[in-house]
């Protein structure tokens, strides 16, 4: 069987790049994002579709397969050097809705709305007699 040759591939980066509505729906499944239930996070999915590659990464293909190179260490990785960023931020976000949303259903007892670092109250001061009459 013959070796496969080995392109690296000249990244044209276009600044003004919008993936399309459908780049976004599949990258975001690609991240594991929900569709009904994190709608408001696909910002991440958008913004991962958007990010360059970063030096000294390059991209390369083999057959018809697309891989990603570093020379300065020699690894080679199927997916996007940024994506693992992308999907720590998914969890981060995650983490900060169920956080909120746990805040928030929380029973609040009656009496007790102030905030836990509001003052205490001043303590009240006894009245003088103004009058004398002891």
Request: with cysteine; proline share 7%.
């Amino acid at each position: 069987m013959p070796e496969e040759k080995i392109m690296v591939l000249n990244e044209e980066v276009d600044e003004n790049y919008v993936p399309t509505e459908r780049e976004i729906d599949e990258y975001a499944e690609w991240l594991g994002m929900d569709k009904e239930t994190e709608a408001d996070l696909w910002w991440i999915a958008k913004d991962g579709l958007s990010v360059s590659l970063p030096a000294p990464w390059k991209t390369c293909e083999a057959g018809s397969e697309i891989f990603y190179f570093n020379p300065e260490t020699g690894a080679s990785v199927w997916d996007h050097p940024c994506d693992k960023h992308f999907k720590t931020l998914l969890a981060t976000e995650r983490q900060k809705k169920a956080e909120a949303k746990s805040a928030a259903a929380e029973p609040v007892v009656q009496g007790q709305e102030a905030s836990k670092d509001a003052e205490d109250p001043p303590e009240p001061k006894e009245e003088s007699n103004q009058s004398g009459d002891e």
